[in-house]
C-alpha cells in the first residue's frame, strides 16, 4: 500500500471512529477508552522497526480500537470499528475472523452511509459476515440519526476521494 492510500484509509478509520466515539458518548450509557495502539503506546511506535518487539507491536497494533464500560461496571465491550462505503458480508467476515484470533470476545461496529451496524464478532462470523444494525438500546435512534447526517456530508468528498 503506497502512502496516499495508507493515508486514505487512515483519514477513513478516524471519521468512523470519531463518529462512533462521539455517537457514544452522547449517549451517555457508557464510559469509552480508545485502545488502539496509536493512542496508548506511542512511544512503542517509534520502535516498529526493530525485530525485537515487532511481535509485540503486531499485537498491540490489532487491538481493537475502544473499550466500552458500562455506567453500572458489569459490562464491558472490546470494539473495533470500521468504515464501509458498502457492506460486503466477505470483507466483514474476514475482519471479524483476523479481530477473533486474538481479541474473543469482542464487537465490531461499522460506519456506512446507509446506516450504523454493531454486533459481537463470534456472531457476525458465524452468520458469514452478516452484521446487524445498531440497535437503540446502545444509542437512540434520534442520536444515530444526527450521526448518520454528520458522515453522509463526507460521502461526496469521499467518493472522490476514497474511489
Not at 486514505?8 to 468512523?16: D, N, S, T, V
Not at 526493530?50 to 455506567?71: G, H, M, T, W, Y
Not at 456472531?123 to 440519526?145: C, D, T
Request: net charge negative; proline share 5%; aromatic share 12%.
Amino acid at each position: 500500500m503506497n502512502k496516499i492510500e495508507f493515508t486514505k484509509e487512515l483519514i477513513k478509520g478516524r471519521i468512523a471512529e470519531t463518529i462512533f466515539e462521539q455517537m457514544f458518548r452522547e449517549s451517555g450509557k457508557y464510559t469509552i477508552l480508545r485502545s488502539g495502539y496509536e493512542y496508548t503506546l506511542p512511544e512503542l511506535a517509534q520502535y516498529q522497526h526493530l525485530a525485537e518487539v515487532k511481535a509485540v507491536l503486531e499485537n498491540i497494533r490489532n487491538a481493537p480500537d475502544f473499550v466500552l464500560i458500562s455506567q453500572d461496571k458489569k459490562e464491558v465491550y472490546l470494539v473495533e470499528v470500521k468504515f464501509c462505503t458498502r457492506r460486503d458480508p466477505s470483507k466483514i467476515k474476514e475482519i471479524t475472523d483476523d479481530i477473533l484470533k486474538m481479541w474473543n470476545p469482542s464487537w465490531l461496529f461499522i460506519a456506512s452511509p446507509d446506516g450504523f451496524f454493531f454486533g459481537p464478532c463470534n456472531e457476525i462470523s458465524m452468520k458469514n459476515g452478516q452484521i446487524g444494525e445498531l440497535y437503540p438500546k446502545w444509542a437512540e435512534q434520534n442520536i444515530q440519526a444526527d450521526y448518520l447526517k454528520i458522515l453522509r456530508q463526507f460521502e461526496p468528498r469521499a467518493s472522490e476521494i476514497w474511489s
